[in-house]
């Protein structure tokens, strides 16, 4: 008897539990308005309140409600991840670089171009969409290149009065500048695998030297590719010179950030994004940007890592029309100068005119820099791009550390890795 | 509860209630026990046997080929080694620390005030949680922090050192850490069976000419053998499944330096978005948990 209550319960609590799992509420309450979840690290990168006033004065304008699901870029990716296995992702997704190129293989994100051309939205003025086998997953909103942040103190303390920039160059004031005495480097570079993006501020140095880490087919090219050979030669060569801060290879982008704010670092590759923080942690300091240093002799065309904040529409959205609609919004020429004005970025929509009221040495030679250099982000294309870059993190640290003979024989391993993960797709 | 309230004329009723009845109590937690326990796990394990699995709506049967091709994997292995020397090197250290330091503040000799002092100051790790001590540690060990400063000062080093950075120490100081942070709950809970030792065994032992040391080996450790034996398995399962403290320290890294299988576990799924591999990871941890929790079970049961 024991034995069939105890089954019957189980039962009942499993019939429970499955109702209980069920997908909970709608997102169009009984008035018939429309409410869209907008999940996102954005908010918590600006002043308080902002994002929250663009989407009331959306829903002024069009009746449509947006919630912000705000939280760090962290926890947004793994929360993003959860919600995509599991079929229940907000309707506006923010999107990485680095995450696209899974989510739309896997499904996860609606055709966006499709969705545009629905609700009658012209994307002339908008300059960049991220495709993923043609198809457009993610419209990134702004735009946010990664620069070399430079201590200009440290350097006119020096006597030098120029930024280096090639690699000889770069070394050179390196050397120069390196005093361990007073725990002053002349680089600092994130490298933990916490965040193995970092190595695209690596292959940063090779893509200002003309250098592509993509066949035409898109396939990956590592091995064999002269100028990234050299890169990583070079790389090693700041390291055997001692003019790295110490500590790198488990160093963190906050802890850069750190070790830039102390004055104890001349250079440090790094997201404008951060000036912000850099100002307000070291008021004082003299701080420019200038463009990763080239190869010895490259005279072609400058090229920098660039970032976005991108959008993305789910698959599983009931109001994916809604949900475009938004996203137009964002990308209109005033709402989307005012939000770079915010985020101090730069804009998409090609007539946004942001009225940016800094007008420091360092925005200054961000904006120049901007100008007259294409972005390049050459690692989303491939499938599980993070993870690969993970790879090509480690490989660096083990050719660094004397692991590998050279930098050709450590590319053979990652291009391998890179092939395996490419062809596996 | 106005269970008895039921009609108890009836014999079948009555024999329904009060059979009912302790299922009716305990319904709740087994609830959640199906909840957040059975279903993830059974969830997990079925994972395992399928390719693709999460990201593809048709995921297919293949086998046992997750769990080759994780134990055939350098970086698994690496993991499991890795996972190995930690744990053993803090279930150790823990059991060493922790029962000196009991003893220390246990001692008859010390006064009450500076007992209680040190009571609370050795506990103080055990009240930070993994992001304080990340923090903490990261600060100090900085290759230009204070550690290094004052070793350096103390000519004990000429270079600054690379704490979290070197491939070839940095397991060794991860595992420092987290003794750092673990002594304390052995402190404790070693501290509460030596409070309930017996002082009569202490006497008579003394009478009949027993030394100190004779009496720890001979009373003090067969006295506090259940509880050793309780948290050291506690403690072996909890640093096997240990990951924020790691991940936030160093990440696994430098180049798996410190790759332990909780960060394995993670990479695969949330860096690889091969949850099926992951999940046959996890199920390796599982059952090697699993097998410490039955020897727990076991002792516990002959214990009671």
Redesign the interface.
Known sequence: ??KV??LI??AV??V??VSGCGQGGTDTPDDGEVVLEFQQWFDNEMEAGYLQSVCDAFYEETGIKVNLLSQPYADT??QL?ASA?AGTMADIVALDGSWIY?YAT??NLADLGKLFTEIGFDTTDVSMQTTVNGTVYAQPLVIFPCLMAVNRDILTANGITELPTTWSEFLEVCKTVTD?AN?VYGFAMN????N?TCMEYFAAFAWNSGCSILNEDGSPFLAGNEVFTATAEFYKSLFDNNVV???????TDA?KVQEFVNG?VAFMPDSVAHLTNIREQAPDMDVVYMNMPSQDGYTGPSYMRANNWACGISANSEHPQEAAKFIAYLLGADVNADLCTHAGGFPVNAKAEPAYTDTSAAFQSIQEINKTTTGKAEFYSLP?A??LM?VL???L??YI?G?YDSAEEMLQHTQAEFDKAYQGN | MQLKNYNHDHPAVTRLYRNFRPYGYLSPVMLLMVALLFIPIILVIGYSFFDNVLINSNPKWVGLQNYITVLTDPVFLKSMKNTAVFVVCNVVFHLIIGMALALMVNAKSLRPAPKAFFRVVYLLPWMFNATVIAILWKLLLNPNGIVNYLLVNAHIITEKISWLSDRTIVLGVLTFINIWAGYPFYMISILAGLQGISSNLYEAAAIDGARPVQQFFHITLPQLKPILISIAMLDFIWTTQNFSLIWLLTAGGPSHATEMMSTYVYTTAFMEYQYAQASAAAVIILLACMILAIFYVRNQTRTD
């Open positions: 008897m024991k209550i105890a319960l189980s609590m499993l429970c539990l990716k793994t991840q296995v899974d896997q499904g361990p725990n490298m933990s695998t916490d193995a801060s110490p500590g790198l290879f488990t160093m802890d104890r599980t993070e993870a993970k993190d480690e490989d640290i083990m550390d692991e």
